[in-house]
Each structure stands twice: as structure tokens, then as C-alpha cells.
């Protein structure tokens, strides 16, 4: 367990061996367990609910949750303390962007970016479709809590979030220069620092992934 420690076991106490793309790399398992939630509301579409519960009790769920609240969400503290960062210089309020929510502009993010994290490039999948399998569920198996520990893995790890590359209080713009699609870890990792000094490098240098995953949104019009 990190949460409280000066050392991140997943981070390593080496910075030169820090990933350069986001604030943590998440376990190569997790793409494996995205494949069977798509099994899972591929089961929920064919009215399957039986079989689409049973996938997903196979899920990871608890390693899921431990890893993004032991490790992902507090991969940025453990950046800046062992880099010794200071936080950096809030701009006045009158000088900031009068839009601090980026909601108007996710849906377009998240399309632009192919429904891929581009820091970590995590798959994350729609939350329209994601609220409709909760809703269609009802089930306390499968649900988004009012904390994370009460939220089942899967959402934790595949939540799109529009994150700004620039922070919103030291000036950055809430607008399609400035937005990205980002898991929750990266987001909550980042933990409002520029990528500068987490030692990451902008992510607008790299392209979003090209992959014929698309968050599935070509399936939201079938769960019902």
C-alpha cells in the first residue's frame, strides 16, 4: 500500500525510469479485463443479462480499484515529492477562463481522441453507454458508488475525463487546444501540475491512437 508512504512501490524511487508519458503506467492486464466488459454488454445487447452479470464477476474489479486508489490517483504526490516540486504560481480569478468546465467540449475530446487516454493510452468507453449498463443492470455487482472503494473497477479504470494539459488556474484555456481525453489515474495523477514538472512530455506532440476502437459508442443505440 503507497497511500501515506513516501515511496511509490509501483513508481520506484528512480526518476530516470519514470514513465515520460504519463504519471503511472497501468498493469498490462487491464486491457485484457476492458475485452471482457465488451464481452459482457455484447451479452446485455443479445438480452443475455444472466450472462453479461456472470462476465462480469470475472472482471478484476478489487485489483482494479486497488491499484488506481493505492497507486494511479496518487502517482502525481509521489512525482512531486520526490522531485521536489513546488506548486506552481496560481493566476487572479478575473485572468482565468471564464469556462472552467470543459463539459461543453468532452464529447468532441473524446472523439478526437479516439477514446483513448493520451497520456497512458488506457481505453475508455462512453459514459453514455457506461450509465445506461449500470442503469439497465440495477445491481449493487455493477454500479458507480459515492466513493471509489463503492465503484465497481471497470468504471474506474475507463471513466473519460476532458483534462487540461495546461492547468485552468495558471492560465490554461478550456477549449479544444487545451483538452485531451484522460483516464481518472492520469487525471487525478497529474494533480494539477504541468507536465513539465511531473517529467512528462506534452501529450499534444503525439498523436491520439488510430485503432478501430471507438469507447463503444457504436453500441450505446443497442443497449436498451
Known sequence: ??????????????????????????????????????????????????????????????????????????SGKHRKKQLDITDPEQIAMNLRDPQRSPKKFQDKVFIRDNYHCRYCGTKLISLKLMKKVISLLDTEKFKKGPTNRATHGIILATTPVADHVIPWNIGGRTNLDNLIASCYACNYGKDGYTCEQMGITDPYIRPPIRDEWDGLVSREAYVK
Not at 492486464?29 to 470475472?58: H, M, P, Y
Not at 478484476?60 to 496518487?74: A, K, L, S, V
Request: charged share 30%.
Open 1 to 74: 500500500m503507497c497511500r501515506g508512504k513516501n515511496r511509490c512501490s509501483e513508481l520506484g524511487i528512480d526518476p530516470t525510469k519514470w514513465d515520460i508519458y504519463c504519471p503511472l503506467r497501468p498493469p498490462i492486464w487491464i486491457d485484457r479485463e476492458i475485452s471482457k466488459f465488451v464481452q459482457a454488454v455484447d451479452q446485455l445487447i443479445e438480452g443475455n443479462r444472466d450472462n453479461c452479470v456472470t462476465i462480469l464477476d470475472t472482471i478484476r474489479d478489487n485489483d482494479f480499484t486497488e491499484w488506481y486508489i493505492e497507486h494511479g490517483q496518487m
